[in-house]
Antibody
Framework: QVQLVQSGAQVKKPGASVKVSCKAS????????IQWVRQAPGQGLEWMGW????????KFAQGFQGRVTMTTDTPTTTVYLELTTLTLDDTAMYYC?????????????WGQGALVIVSS | NFMLTQPPSVSESPGKTVTISCTRS????????VQWYQQRPGSAPILVIY?????PSGVPDRFTGSIDSSSNSASLFISGLKNEDEANYYC?????????FGGGTKLTVL
């Protein structure tokens, strides 16, 4: 069965960087994009961007450009999200999502989420 | 780009039918598929409708979706409401590989 298993909770100080992992299993890794979506406490869903595990190509939401990196490690079927220059507003649950269908626009499987807390 | 607008909250009694709307601000709702996600407290979202009106396997047929070009909106219908349907629901569409989410609707089952 398809599974996306994410890394655990992390606490970071303002100005630091954070790296979240997402291990995929149960399907052909390179056939689907991985999208990243975050959710601040009590707030809605915010799309961050995607990565194509086959080519390594990526696209980021405008608000994260210059501060976000997405990478893949095909042998371990793991995708990474790195966010730099953290502020208190980056405190959120970060989800990896398998993108399927036309334009990989359907989030058919979600990771359990990785909580990132930014606190001084 | 465009925005998707949802009502912040809806409520209905068990056994009834509820409708959650999702209005697209510009461009046609028919141009790009709409998905719906259910998120219960403390859990990750799950897909309940994709490509406007398709239901993933395992999702009860009480959940249906549609789009209406005249109002430029998508709708999620949940019939035979159960207490377990109480959750936040998000619509999502896309444009040039960019995902757009609605603000979410909190469904309360009275």
């Amino acid at each position: 069965q398809v599974q996306l298993v994410q890394s655990g909770a992390q606490v970071k100080k303002p100005g630091a960087s954070v790296k979240v992992s997402c291990k995929a299993s149960g399907y052909t890794f390179i056939d689907y994009y991985i999208q990243w979506v975050r959710q601040a406490p009590g707030q809605g869903l915010e799309w961050m961007g995607w990565i194509n595990p086959d080519s390594g190509g990526a696209k980021f939401a405008q608000g994260f450009q210059g501060r976000v990196t997405m990478t893949t490690d095909t042998p371990t079927t793991t995708v990474y999200l790195e966010l730099t220059t953290l502020t208190l507003d980056d405190t959120a649950m970060y989800y990896c999502v398998r993108g399927s269908g036309v334009s990989y626009s359907i989030g058919d499987y979600w990771g359990q989420g990785a909580l990132v807390i930014v606190s001084s | 780009n465009f925005m998707l607008t949802q009502p912040p909250s809806v409520s209905e009694s068990p056994g009834k039918t509820v409708t959650i709307s999702c209005t697209r601000s510009s461009g046609s709702v028919a141009d790009n598929s709409v998905q719906w996600y259910q998120q219960r407290p403390g859990s990750a979202p799950i897909l309940v409708i994709y490509e406007d009106d398709q239901r993933p396997s395992g999702v009860p047929d009480r959940f249906t979706g549609s789009i209406d070009s005249s109002s430029n909106s998508a709708s999620l219908f949940i019939s035979g409401l159960k207490n377990e349907d109480e959750a936040n629901y998000y619509c999502q569409s896309h444009y040039k590989s960019v995902w757009v989410f609605g603000g979410g609707t909190k469904l309360t089952v009275l």
